[in-house]
Protein backbone atom coordinates (compact mmCIF):
# COMPACT_ATOMS: atom_id res chain seq x y z
CA UNK A 1 0.00 0.00 0.00
CA UNK A 2 0.90 3.40 -0.33
CA UNK A 3 -0.08 6.54 2.25
CA UNK A 4 -1.38 9.65 0.30
CA UNK A 5 -2.00 12.75 1.22
CA UNK A 6 -4.55 15.30 -0.41
CA UNK A 7 -3.72 19.00 -0.07
CA UNK A 8 -5.91 22.14 -1.89
CA UNK A 9 -8.96 22.43 -1.18
CA UNK A 10 -11.40 24.79 0.19
CA UNK A 11 -14.32 27.33 -0.71
CA UNK A 12 -14.52 29.19 -4.18
CA UNK A 13 -17.21 30.70 -6.14
CA UNK A 14 -19.04 29.36 -9.07
CA UNK A 15 -17.20 29.76 -12.12
CA UNK A 16 -13.99 29.30 -10.34
CA UNK A 17 -10.76 26.93 -10.10
CA UNK A 18 -9.03 25.07 -7.66
CA UNK A 19 -6.12 22.51 -8.22
CA UNK A 20 -5.80 19.50 -5.93
CA UNK A 21 -2.83 17.65 -5.24
CA UNK A 22 -1.91 14.02 -3.66
CA UNK A 23 1.23 13.61 -2.37
CA UNK A 24 1.91 9.81 -1.78
CA UNK A 25 4.89 7.89 -0.28
CA UNK A 26 6.98 4.86 -1.75
CA UNK A 27 9.57 4.59 -4.53
CA UNK A 28 7.15 2.54 -6.38
CA UNK A 29 4.70 5.55 -7.00
CA UNK A 30 4.83 5.61 -10.97
CA UNK A 31 3.60 1.91 -11.00
CA UNK A 32 0.42 2.84 -9.93
CA UNK A 33 -2.98 3.96 -11.54
CA UNK A 34 -4.06 6.95 -9.65
CA UNK A 35 -7.10 8.33 -9.08
CA UNK A 36 -9.67 11.26 -7.82
CA UNK A 37 -13.12 10.65 -6.42
CA UNK A 38 -15.66 12.63 -4.62
CA UNK A 39 -18.28 12.37 -2.16
CA UNK A 40 -21.25 14.83 -1.72
CA UNK A 41 -23.23 14.97 1.22
CA UNK A 42 -25.94 11.98 1.38
CA UNK A 43 -24.24 10.72 -1.87
CA UNK A 44 -22.03 7.59 -2.69
CA UNK A 45 -18.82 8.09 -4.03
CA UNK A 46 -18.20 8.45 -6.77
CA UNK A 47 -15.20 8.08 -9.46
CA UNK A 48 -14.07 11.41 -11.01
CA UNK A 49 -10.43 10.83 -12.72
CA UNK A 50 -7.55 8.57 -13.14
CA UNK A 51 -4.46 8.65 -14.55
CA UNK A 52 -2.14 5.61 -15.74
CA UNK A 53 1.14 5.29 -14.30
CA UNK A 54 3.13 6.97 -17.41
CA UNK A 55 0.96 9.59 -17.07
CA UNK A 56 0.09 8.96 -21.09
CA UNK A 57 -3.99 7.61 -20.57
CA UNK A 58 -6.36 10.00 -18.53
CA UNK A 59 -10.21 8.73 -17.41
CA UNK A 60 -12.98 11.27 -16.87
CA UNK A 61 -17.00 11.27 -15.77
CA UNK A 62 -18.50 12.91 -18.03
CA UNK A 63 -20.15 15.06 -15.26
CA UNK A 64 -16.65 16.87 -15.39
CA UNK A 65 -15.37 15.95 -18.84
CA UNK A 66 -13.62 19.56 -20.11
CA UNK A 67 -13.53 21.45 -16.60
CA UNK A 68 -11.23 18.75 -14.78
CA UNK A 69 -7.64 17.69 -15.73
CA UNK A 70 -5.50 15.50 -13.87
CA UNK A 71 -1.97 14.80 -14.21
CA UNK A 72 0.85 13.61 -12.56
CA UNK A 73 4.47 14.28 -11.28
CA UNK A 74 6.73 11.15 -11.19
CA UNK A 75 9.41 12.75 -9.65
CA UNK A 76 7.17 14.20 -7.04
CA UNK A 77 5.24 11.35 -6.26
CA UNK A 78 2.32 13.77 -6.78
CA UNK A 79 -0.94 13.82 -8.70
CA UNK A 80 -2.90 16.71 -9.42
CA UNK A 81 -6.09 17.47 -10.06
CA UNK A 82 -7.11 20.63 -12.29
CA UNK A 83 -10.50 21.96 -11.33
CA UNK A 84 -11.91 24.76 -13.81
CA UNK A 85 -15.44 25.99 -14.55
CA UNK A 86 -16.73 24.83 -11.44
CA UNK A 87 -20.36 24.14 -10.21
CA UNK A 88 -22.28 23.69 -6.68
CA UNK A 89 -22.78 20.42 -7.71
CA UNK A 90 -18.78 19.63 -7.78
CA UNK A 91 -19.15 20.81 -3.96
CA UNK A 92 -17.90 17.19 -2.01
CA UNK A 93 -15.17 15.88 -0.67
CA UNK A 94 -12.52 14.79 -2.60
CA UNK A 95 -10.53 11.64 -2.12
CA UNK A 96 -6.86 10.55 -3.84
CA UNK A 97 -6.66 7.06 -4.24
CA UNK A 98 -3.97 4.22 -5.91
CA UNK A 99 -4.40 0.62 -7.58
CA UNK A 100 -1.90 -1.67 -9.17
CA UNK A 101 -2.46 -1.60 -12.90
CA UNK A 102 -3.84 -5.23 -13.30
CA UNK A 103 -5.98 -4.64 -9.94
CA UNK A 104 -9.83 -3.46 -10.20
CA UNK A 105 -10.30 -2.90 -6.63
CA UNK A 106 -8.39 0.68 -5.21
CA UNK A 107 -6.57 -0.20 -2.27
CA UNK A 108 -4.81 3.12 -0.63
CA UNK A 109 -6.94 6.13 0.07
CA UNK A 110 -6.35 9.71 1.04
CA UNK A 111 -7.88 11.20 4.33
CA UNK A 112 -10.17 13.68 1.59
CA UNK A 113 -10.14 17.54 1.48
CA UNK A 114 -12.69 19.68 0.92
CA UNK A 115 -14.19 21.15 -1.74
CA UNK A 116 -17.28 23.73 -1.79
CA UNK A 117 -18.23 25.69 -4.11
CA UNK A 118 -20.49 28.69 -3.91
CA UNK A 119 -23.49 30.12 -6.23
Known amino acids: QVQLVESGGGLVQAGGSLRLSCAAS????????MGWFRQAPGKEREFVAS????????YYADSVKGRFTISRDNAKNTVYLQMNSLKSEDTAVYYC????????????WGQGTQVTVSS
Open 97 to 108: AARAYADRDWHS
Open 26 to 33: GRTFSSYV
Open 51 to 58: VTGSGRST
